[in-house]
C-alpha cells in the first residue's frame, strides 16, 4: 500500500524535474511512510512512497525490469490477491522472479499479457507502468475503485496521483471550482459522479477502467462490468458457491508480512470476517488474532435508539470475542478528539466528506496503527448482498433519486442565494441518477422485485459504495494503515448480482441469504442482530462543540463559505441544533451535529485549497 505519482511528456526533456516529483510525492508521504523512491528518464518522471506490507527488501519501488531489450517500471499503489496462481502461471511460461512481492508478478503480468493484464488480477490497485521502448504509459485502476487513481493534462503533460493533492502540488495546476464541480460537491456530495472531480479539468480513472498514453493521446477503456444474466443454480448451490467465494476471498486477504487484524462491531458481516480470519490463524498454528472495535465516551450512558440504529454494539462484541478467544482491545474516543479531526479527515479526503463519520475512522486507524498495519473489515456486504433500508423502504425505492440522499429542497437552500440563481441541483441530480440507471441490464425473466433491486444495487454499489471505499481508504492510508475489504471481491459480487431478490433477501431479510449461508457458523443473536451502521457519538457534548465551531466560522462575515453557502440558512441551521435541515446530508448519519461539522469541514477546505470559483 503506496502513494504513488508521476507525469510523462513526449515533446520535451522532463528528466531533471526533481523538485516537481520530489514536491508531489510529499503530499503523500502519510500514505507511504516507510520509503520513497523516483524514477528518471527523458519523457517520464515517477514517484513513489511506499507502506511495507509485503517483502520489505523485494518490493522497492519505482521497480524496473529489463526484458528482451525493452525497459519496463511500474509505480503500483495495492495488492494483488491471486499473486501466487499469476507467479505460477508465468512461471510456466519461462518467467523467474527475484523477489516474492506482488510488484515484481505484476510488472511481469504486464510484460507477458499486456493490456489484458488487469483482466488476469484480482485484487485492489492503481498503478501506471512506464513503457520504454513503446513510450506508452498504462495505467490501470481496480474493479471497485477499492484503491484511488486521479490524473490531469496540461500543456502535453500527462499527470497522475493516488490524490489530488499531489495533482494540485504540480506546478501550474490551480483548483478550480466551476458549475459543475458545485453540482458534484453540494448536489451529490460527499458521493461523485465516476470519474468526475469536483475541481475543475482534474479527473478519476473510473474504476474498472485502464488507459493508454502515447504519442496517439489519452486512451481510456473499461475492462469489467457486472453482466446480468439468468441464475440457475439452486438454493442450495447458490449457498455453496457464496461460501466458498466469500471464504476464499477472505483467505486471499489475509496474507501479509507485518501485523494484521480484523475490525469487529458485532455486526454480521465483521463476524463474519472474523470467524474466517481467526479460523485461518489457528489452522496456521498462528498467534490469537487481534480484533479492535471502536466507541465513544460516556455513549453507554447517551445511547438512543433509532430506525437506522437499533442497538449499540458491545453486547454482541462480547459473544464474538469470547467464542473465538481474539485479542480484542476497544478504542475509545473523546468528543474533542472527533472535532479536532474534521479538518485531518477533510484533508486526507481533499474534499468535504462525512464529517466525523470520517474523522472516527481516521483516529481509529491512528489508534490501531501503533499495534498493526493491516485490518481487514466487512465493508461492501451491505452493498453486495443488500443489506440497506432503501432495498426494503417503499418511501426510498419510490424517491425518484438517491435514497441516501433525499435532501434535494435543503441542499438548494443551502446555496448562496446568487450562486442557488445560476445552479438547479435537482436538474444535476437528475441527470446523474437516469444516466445512471441506463447501465442497468434488465433481463425478460427478472420479476419485477428483481428488476427494482437490480436498480437500487447498481446505484448502492456504484455511488454510496464508492464513497464509503474513498472513505476507508483515505482515513486508514492517512494513518500508514491498509484496510482491505473482502467483500468487495469482485467474483462474489458478480456472482451475487444475479442471485434473484427473492433469494439473496430470503424470509424477507436484508442480507437474508448471507445470514442463511452463516447460521450453523455464527451464534443466533450474531445472525439475528439488525443491520446497525459504523457507530456515531450519542454524547451531547459533541452537537456543543461543533456548534460552537461553525458559531465561531459565522462570526467573521468574510470567511469563504459565505461565499459560496446561504450565511442566513446556516445561522437558522444554528439556531436550531440543525433541525432547520430537515432530513440528513447524506445516507443515516448525518443529521444536526454531523451536518454542522460538515459545514465546518466546508469552510476549512475553502481556506485550505483556495479554490478560485468560475461561474
Known sequence: ???????????????????????????????????????????????????????????????????????????????????????????????????????????????????????????????????SSKQELFIARDHFGVKPFYYTLKDNTFIFASEIKA?????????????????ELFGLGPAHTPGVVAFKDIFELKPANFGVYNSSGLHIEKYWAMISKPHEDSLKTTCEKTRFLLEDSINRQLISDVPLCTFLSGGLDSSIITLYASNYYKNKNLAPLSTYSVDYKDNDKNFVKTDFQPNSDNYYIDIMKNKLHTNHKVVMLDTPELATALEDSMIARDLPGMADVDSS?????????????????????????GGYPWFFREDALNSGTFPWSIAITERQKLLNPSISKQINLKEYIDFRYYESLKEVIILDEDSMETAQKRKISHLTMNWFMQTLLDRSDRMAMYNG?????????????????????????????????????????????????????????WNPTYLTVVKQMLTKIMADKNAPINNLLNREYILEILATDGRAFTRPWFGQLMTGPQLMAYLCQVNMWLERYQPVIEI
Open 481 to 537: 494503515f491498509e484496510l482491505r475489504v473482502p467483500f468487495c471481491d469482485f467474483r462474489l459480487a458478480e456472482y451475487v448480482w444475479n442471485i434473484p431478490w427473492e433469494m439473496k433477501a430470503l424470509k424477507g431479510r436484508e442480507k437474508g441469504l448471507l445470514r442463511y449461508i452463516m447460521k450453523d457458523l455464527l451464534p443466533e443473536e450474531i445472525i439475528e442482530r439488525k443491520k446497525s451502521p459504523y457507530p456515531k457519538t
Open 361 to 385: 475512522l481516521l483516529l481509529f486507524c491512528k489508534n490501531v496503527k501503533s499495534e498493526a498495519t493491516v485490518s481487514l473489515t466487512g465493508e461492501c456486504s451491505d452493498e453486495i448482498f
Open 167 to 183: 495533482i494540485l502540488a504540480f506546478p501550474g495546476i490551480k483548483a478550480r471550482l466551476d458549475k459543475q464541480g458545485i453540482s
Open 1 to 131: 500500500m503506496c502513494g504513488i505519482a508521476g507525469f510523462v511528456n513526449l515533446t520535451k526533456d522532463i528528466s531533471n524535474s526533481k523538485n516537481t516529483i520530489t514536491s508531489m510525492t510529499e503530499t503523500l508521504k502519510k500514505r507511504g511512510p516507510d520509503e520513497d523512491g523516483y524514477y528518471y528518464e527523458k519523457n517520464v518522471v515517477l514517484g513513489h512512497k511506499r507502506l511495507i506490507v509485503i517483502d520489505p527488501e523485494g518490493g522497492k519501488q519505482p521497480m524496473t525490469i529489463k526484458y528482451n531489450n525493452s525497459t519496463y517500471t511500474v509505480v503500483y499503489n495495492g495488492q494483488i490477491y491471486n499473486t501466487p496462481e499469476l507467479r505460477e502461471e508465468l512461471s510456466k511460461s519461462g518467467y523467474t522472479f527475484e523477489t516474492h512481492s506482488d510488484t515484481e508478478v505484476l510488472l511481469k503480468s504486464y510484460i507477458h499479457f499486456g493490456y489484458d493484464v488487469v483482466k488476469k488480477l484480482n485484487g485492489i490497485f492503481g498503478f501506471a507502468i512506464w513503457n
